[in-house]
C-alpha cells in the first residue's frame, strides 16, 4: 500500500470539524509514524508558506524532490496542504503535537527540520518570516541553537559552514578522532538508518544534500591538515 493511500485513510479517520493538527496524536507508532513524518512536512511547508506570503512553483518542485508524488496521488497531496493552509490551528500547536509524537531531540525532527529549509530555499529567498518561522519550529522541536544555525549554514547560500563546525568536531582535535567523527556521521545518515528511525522511503532525499556536505567538509578538514 503505498504512503498516499495510507495519508488519505489518515485524513479520513478525522472526525468532522476536527483540525488536521490532531492527526499527529493518532499516528504514534511505525509504519504509521512514516505517513505522520510525511504529513507533517506538508502541513508545516503550508504553515510556511503562509509565512512568506506565497507559493511558488519551485516550492511545488522541492516538494517533489523531497515526495515523489505519482500523478494519481496528488489530491491527497494537495488535500493535506490545503487543509493545513485553512486549519485554524498556528503552526505552533502543529509543531508542539509533531515533537510530542516524535519527541523532542529526536533524529526524525532534525530530518523533517531539513526537508522545511530545502523547502522555503526552493525558490533562491531566504525571507526573514521564514527564519523566524522556522527558528521558532526548531525551538520547539528540541533543535539546539548550535545545531540550527549549522542548518541554516548549510542552506542558505550567504552563510556557508565551517567545515570543523559540520562535523562537530574542534580544529584542534586529532585527526584520527576528526575521521572516527565523519565515519559515524556517514553510517547515521546511511539510507538504512534512516528507515530504521521510520523516515519513510520517499524522503531519503532529505539525507542526500547532508551527505554532500558531511564528504565536502571531511575533504577540505583532511586536504588542510595534510598540507
Excluded: C
Excluded at 525551538?139 to 559540520?166: C, K, L, N, W
Amino acid at each position: 500500500m503505498s504512503i498516499w493511500v495510507r495519508i488519505s485513510e489518515a485524513l479520513s479517520s478525522l472526525a468532522s470539524g476536527e483540525g488536521l493538527s490532531t492527526v499527529f496524536d493518532k499516528l504514534r507508532t511505525p509504519p504509521e509514524r512514516s505517513v505522520a513524518f510525511t504529513i507533517a512536512v506538508i502541513a508545516l511547508s503550508a504553515k510556511m508558506a503562509k509565512a512568506d506570503g506565497l507559493v511558488t512553483r519551485d516550492e511545488v518542485t522541492a516538494f517533489r524532490e523531497v515526495f515523489q508524488i505519482a500523478q494519481g496521488d496528488e489530491a491527497g497531496a494537495a488535500r493535506v496542504f490545503n487543509l493545513a493552509r485553512t486549519d485554524v490551528a498556528g503552526f505552533e500547536e502543529y509543531a508542539t503535537r509533531i515533537s510530542r509524537m516524535f519527541g523532542s531531540g529526536s533524529d526524525m525532527l532534525d530530518d523533517l527540520m531539513e526537508g522545511l529549509f530545502h523547502i522555503a530555499m526552493a525558490d533562491g529567498t531566504y525571507h526573514p518570516n521564514e527564519d523566524q518561522f522556522l527558528e521558532r519550529v526548531a525551538e520547539i522541536f528540541g533543535v539546539a541553537p548550535r545545531d540550527f544555525q549549522v542548518m541554516r549554514s548549510r542552506f542558505v547560500p550567504d552563510a556557508m559552514p565551517d567545515p570543523y563546525t559540520v562535523l562537530d568536531v574542534h580544529p584542534d582535535d586529532p585527526i584520527d578522532d576528526i575521521r572516527a567523527q565523519y565515519r559515524r556521521m556517514v553510517r547515521e545518515n546511511h539510507p538504512d538508518q534512516m528507515i530504521a528511525r521510520g523516515v519513510p522511503e520517499e524522503a531519503i532525499k532529505l539525507a542526500e544534500k547532508r551527505m554532500v556536505d558531511i564528504n565536502r567538509a571531511w575533504e577540505e578538514i583532511s586536504r588542510t591538515q595534510t598540507l
